[in-house]
């Protein structure tokens, strides 16, 4: 069985579909069999910064209202052999996604794949509800800002509410992802720094992505920025956010920082 | 100017951080699981009291203060001279 990630956040154009698809190919890279759903319907955007735009035939909605079969809505990546997309409805009304249909497409690639990575639309609304609801982990995309923080804080308390796992009485895996970070603004004091974001979430860190222009160059050209320049500052963020995923205990550095002799050896610890 | 802005300008990150922690103090007490916890402890409050003594709905208050460390339930009940005998 698959583990089923919920990639979320409150607030909308804080990097998750970029950190979806990025999340996505790096564990696929890793030969992982990946599946990433696009769970934004109404706006999908998924497919674009996957590069798979022109390859959507049937989606999400298609297969929960029985028009399409599974297998024909997902589209295989043409990079890495392990990596599909189902992608979201852009033109149908957003209510089509029942909780059952939902429930049952989950099921299906829980059950052929190693992980199911749910790329959430932002807000609060039931679109993010059900994009949650089956999640095992969840990982929380924030920027370094108060409107990113404060929206967070909520999707946290739904996460804790919301969810199966919460309803089943277990404990919801959460982790921390901040996006466009800049350590130099953050030095200055003019950045929330990563110690203030975590003891205000007070959730695990997974990785902190720099604020970096690899990220823009990679949506352009349609590829995940793990798989367009692997060796750029956001791309090994990432592929470390994958390693501590998988349950390695690596030390987060923040990217770019200038770090002290000692600093070096005592990185920021990863819960 | 430059050196002058970088003297001059407080940095913003720390309050940035401070109103946030304010903010949601609140928020948290007032999303948590118990949305209407205060409501349903005014009710349940209202009515053991009630049973030994007349009192007015609305000269009863109940108020929460969360601290990071510690919480406070402040309950203030406003009992007329009489009270006492009319239940009684």
Known sequence: MGKVIVVTSGKGGVGKTTSSAALGAALAQGGDKVVVVDFDVGLRNLDLVMGAERRVVYDLVNVIQGEAKLTQALIRDKRVETLYLLPASQTRDKDNLTSEGVAAVIGALKANFDWVICDSPAGIERGATLAMRHADIAIVVTNPEVSSVRDSDRIIGLLDSKTLKAENGERMEKHLLLTRYDPLRAERGDMLKVDDVLEILSIPLLGIIPESMDVLRASNIGSPVTLADQGSAPALAYFDAVRRLKGEQLPVTVPGEKRGFFGKFFGRKAA | ?88
């Open chain 2, 1 to 88: 100017m430059n050196l002058l802005r970088l003297f001059s300008r407080p940095r913003s990150a720390p309050a940035a951080r401070e109103r946030l922690q304010v903010l949601l103090a609140h928020e948290r007490a007032a999303t948590g699981g118990d949305a209407d916890l205060l409501g349903k402890l005014r009710d349940e409050i209202l009515r053991a009291i009630s049973k030994h003594m007349q009192i007015d709905d609305n000269k009863v208050s109940v108020r929460m203060e969360r601290g990071p460390q510690v919480s406070t339930l402040a309950v203030d009940i406003e009992v007329p001279f009489d009270a006492g005998k009319k239940a009684a």
